[in-house]
């Protein structure tokens, strides 16, 4: 999602630092902000002007060193690893300014926890943006248990000047949209696992009966099954609730490298690169292919 978060920001007007392991990643990633900045122009709502100062509006960088001596806000958007983030904060710690704000964009982990491993835990906040980040208006603003009110106040400032729509919670496991989201996501795999119906029936009564703009499966493809299954061993682990654990069918998915959308292989099978949803062979039980 780095990517998703630079083309926002720089959309937006703020100079932004690109920062990623290698030259190769950080060269798809602007590649990736470039075609998605066309899709805008495609419908009208982008020049190509405006695209070029977007792009001018973002460096890039390799290294967390002195170029981010100045800066006053970092978004995190590392793998969802603890171990990871940690060390990516502790890294920006020495050598960020003392006001810069470090944000991260985690989905599930304690913001408290990431904080801890800082000297400045009240200026550490989670700002969790939704995938794709130019297009879903919400920003989830977790404040830690030493995130100061000022850091809060000027997060949620910020992201209304990305024109996001930020809502403030508090640092429990998954904060509100995976504690809600996943234990969902989870109970459709069971469904299916159960085999009380097919995946293509469980997303079309989602998508029908509920008015879900897209199964739950078909979701979990999108976000990415082992970004799920993370999830709920998050919550699992800080709840201490066993309703929270995961599906064995969604364990044995990941340990099979059958991860969705990235992968090309979930739920649904996308090898073809069409927008037909075909449902993966060893789930086309009942129903080879739903429309979307």
């Known amino acids: 999602m780095g990517n998703g978060i630079a083309h926002t920001f720089?959309?937006?007007?703020?100079?932004?630092?690109?920062?990623?392991?290698?030259?190769?990643?950080?060269?798809?990633?602007?590649?990736?902000?470039?075609?998605?900045?066309?899709?805008q122009i495609a419908k009208g709502s982008l020049t190509e002007q405006e695209k070029a100062e977007t792009l001018g509006r973002i460096k890039t960088s390799t290294e967390i060193n002195e170029?981010?001596?100045?800066?006053?806000?970092?978004?995190?958007?590392?793998?969802?690893?603890f171990d990871i983030?940690?060390?990516?904060?502790?890294?920006?710690?020495?050598?960020c300014k003392p006001a810069c704000i470090l944000a991260s964009n985690t989905s599930s982990i304690s913001i408290t926890r990431i904080a801890a491993v800082t000297n400045r835990p009240d200026k550490v906040i989670g700002m969790h943006f939704m995938n794709p980040v130019p297009v879903m208006k919400?920003?989830?603003?977790?404040k830690g248990y030493s995130t100061s009110t000022a850091t809060a106040q000027?997060?949620?400032?910020?992201?209304?000047?990305?024109?996001?729509?930020?809502?403030?919670?508090?640092?429990?496991?998954?904060?509100?949209?995976?504690?809600?989201?996943?234990?969902m996501i989870n109970e459709a795999i069971i469904t299916l696992q159960e085999g009380v119906a097919g995946v293509a029936e469980i997303d079309t009564v989602m998508k029908l009966g509920m008015a879900h703009p897209m199964g739950p499966l078909q979701l979990a493809d999108f976000i990415g099954l082992?970004?799920?299954?993370?999830?709920?061993?998050?919550?699992?682990?800080?709840?201490?609730n066993p309703k929270y654990a995961p599906?064995?069918?969604?364990?044995?998915?990941?340990?099979a490298g059958q991860l969705g959308v990235k992968t090309k292989v979930g739920f649904y099978d996308y090898?073809?690169?069409?927008?037909?949803?075909?449902?993966?062979?060893?789930?086309?039980?009942?129903?080879?292919?739903?429309?979307?």
Do not use: W
């Open 10 to 39: 720089a959309q937006f007007g703020f100079p932004v630092i690109l920062v990623d392991v290698s030259q190769p990643a950080l060269d798809k990633g602007i590649a990736t902000i470039a075609k998605n900045l066309d899709r």
């Open 67 to 81: 170029t981010l001596a100045d800066v006053d806000l970092v978004v995190e958007a590392a793998s969802e690893n």
């Open 85 to 95: 983030k940690s060390a990516v904060f502790r890294k920006l710690d020495a050598v």
């Open 138 to 142: 919400l920003v989830e603003i977790i």
């Open 154 to 183: 000027e997060t949620v400032q910020l992201s209304e000047q990305l024109a996001k729509i930020p809502v403030l919670v508090n640092d429990y496991p998954g904060f509100v949209a995976n504690k809600i989201l996943m234990p």
């Open 226 to 240: 082992d970004i799920c299954l993370s999830i709920l061993r998050v919550l699992q682990d800080g709840f201490g």
């Open 247 to 255: 599906s064995p069918l969604l364990v044995n998915m990941v340990m």
């Open 271 to 292: 090898s073809a690169g069409s927008k037909e949803l075909v449902v993966a062979a060893q789930f086309a039980n009942n129903q080879l292919a739903v429309h979307g």
